[in-house]
């Protein structure tokens, strides 16, 4: 019995190990090219025997690397704080206050889940340019955090249902308004889910390629998505600049999840499963 739960032990970590190296082999690829001198980049290898460092001394020195940096950075905090605020409030009114047509008012946020990006980026990109917001941050910040409260709402919402009605009552018998009961008796149960809601947030508008290439047409507004596209002719020749420049957009998002995993998961599970 002993040596059949480790043989079945052994093959499940034998499993997991090959998917993993499996999902990872495009990331070692591309790390491995951006390290790659412009001869080398043409090898039939998969690991180069003399890797360098000097395609990203040749990249971190192109005038629109740093700007678009800033730009996603400028995007994706400001609609990561907008999707926190509107989602706890949008999630606090729906689970714990007599809000009219509540009901209705949660199948129609959700409802927006069901809609892909790609059906809404002629309507959005016709408002946008209406408005004037084209080549402007908050072109970018508006509808990515429109696109964010659905999630957001479902994993607070869910969080929130699932905590006991006597923390808040204690709360307000003590004098505490509904906002103070929100901010110093919820938020801080609940921060696993809501830091699921920010890393969530801040991937899908640090990747984001569609609406910000159709909204952001100069060059001095554009994102890091944005970057390779522009820089696809110059670096054609030398594909390990490229792949320098893909590598620097993804390194962020997977130190943001490497910082943070251990509370992601927790926090989707609690605000996910339990609501």
């Not at 080398?40 to 192109?62: D, G, R, T």
């Not at 729906?94 to 980026?121: C, D, E, N, Q, Y």
Request: glycine share 6%; proline share 7%.
């Amino acid at each position: 019995m002993l040596r059949v739960s480790l043989t079945s032990r052994s093959l499940a970590y034998a499993v997991v190990i090959l998917a993993t190296l499996l999902s990872l082999l495009p990331t070692i690829y591309m790390a491995d090219m951006s390290l790659r001198g412009s001869v080398q980049s043409f090898n039939p290898v998969l690991i180069s025997p003399h890797p360098s460092l000097h395609n990203y001394a040749k990249v971190i020195v192109q005038p629109h690397l740093l700007g678009s940096f800033l730009n996603s950075v400028i995007v994706s905090l400001s609609s990561v704080l907008l999707t926190v605020v509107f989602g706890l409030l949008a999630s606090f009114a729906l689970s714990r206050l007599r809000v009219v047509f509540g009901t209705a008012a949660l199948l129609l946020i959700l409802s927006a889940l069901m809609l892909p990006l790609a059906a809404l980026l002629v309507p959005l990109t016709v408002l946008l340019r209406v408005l004037g917001l084209t080549n402007n941050y908050f072109g970018l910040i508006g509808p990515y955090t429109a696109l964010g409260i659905p999630f957001a709402v479902v994993v607070l919402k869910g969080a929130m249902d699932a905590l006991p009605k006597e923390l808040e009552e204690a709360a307000v018998v003590d004098g505490a308004t509904p906002l103070r009961v929100l901010a110093r008796v919820i938020v801080p149960i609940i921060f696993p889910s809501v830091l699921v809601v920010v890393v969530w947030q801040f991937l899908f508008c640090w990747n984001e390629f569609f609406l910000a290439l159709v909204v952001m047409t100069q060059n001095q507004v554009k994102t890091l998505p944005l970057i390779p596209l522009y820089y696809e002719g110059p670096f054609m020749t030398n594909p390990g600049q490229l792949f320098a420049i893909l590598t620097i957009l993804s390194m962020v998002p997977m130190i943001v999840y490497a910082l943070v995993q251990r509370w992601f998961v927790s926090g989707l599970m609690a605000g996910s499963l339990k609501g």
